[in-house]
């Protein structure tokens, strides 16, 4: 089956630190771009950031670059995001998100989600 | 950063009826826009990619259209399932950007 599994959420301080896991199985993890995308209480989803397969290639939203680093272990078959300086507006559930290619490479989904964790940042 | 606009924002309809929501691009986007259906919650759900291509295994109820900078998501009979908010995305360029999201209520 083929699974995501986050975690590492929980409650934090504004200007503190966290660093979200991403634990995959069921596929080939190093074959896959692979992305963070949160959801406010309420809110629509958030695309966040996102990695290339072999770890060479990295796109952040605006508001988290420069504080939040996407990586990788394709030994591990994980993924994983440190967030600094954490603020009030980066509270939301935070999932890991496998992208497919379809169409011979030329389209991209959203395919695989896994169940998200929370973050709340707050004093 | 290329702006989503879905609507309506929420709608009631009734089982068997035929539901339509729009998503426009504030530029052109090609095709490269997927929709998601999202229930309380769960994590969003991939329904099509490309526009108008259907994931394995969704309903063939669903279906989408459109290229350039107008989308549409048709549910052909709605069913005590889909009742569900549903969110536009694009990938063609980044920051990949989501639609606000249609409410589907029942009537």
């Known amino acids: 089956e083929v699974q995501l599994v986050e975690s590492g959420g929980g409650l934090v301080q504004p200007g503190g630190s966290l660093r979200l896991s991403c634990a995959a199985s069921g596929f080939t993890f190093g074959n896959y771009w692979m992305n963070w995308v949160r959801q406010a209480p309420g809110k629509g989803p958030e695309w966040v950031a996102n990695i290339r397969q072999d770890g060479t290639e990295k796109y952040y939203l605006d508001s988290v670059r420069g504080r939040f680093t996407i990586s990788r272990d394709n030994a591990k078959n994980s993924l994983y995001v440190q967030m600094n300086s954490l603020r009030a507006e980066d509270t939301a559930v935070y999932y890991c998100v496998r992208v497919s290619l379809y169409n011979s490479g030329t389209r991209s989904a959203l395919d695989v989600w896994g169940q998200g964790t929370v973050v709340t940042v707050s004093s | 950063a290329i702006q989503m606009t879905q609507s309506p924002s929420s709608l009631s309809a009734s089982v068997g009826d035929r539901v339509t929501i729009t998503c426009r691009a504030s530029q052109g986007i090609r095709d490269d826009l997927g929709w998601y259906q999202q229930k309380p919650g769960k994590a969003p759900k991939l329904l099509i990619y490309?526009?108008?291509s259907l994931e394995s295994g969704v309903p063939s109820r669903f279906s989408g259209s459109g290229s350039g900078t107008d989308f549409t998501l048709t549910i052909s009979s709605l069913q005590p399932e889909d009742f569900a908010t549903y969110y536009c995305v694009q990938d063609y360029n980044y920051p990949w950007t989501f639609g606000q999201g249609t409410k589907v209520e029942i009537k």
């Open positions: 490309a526009a108008s």
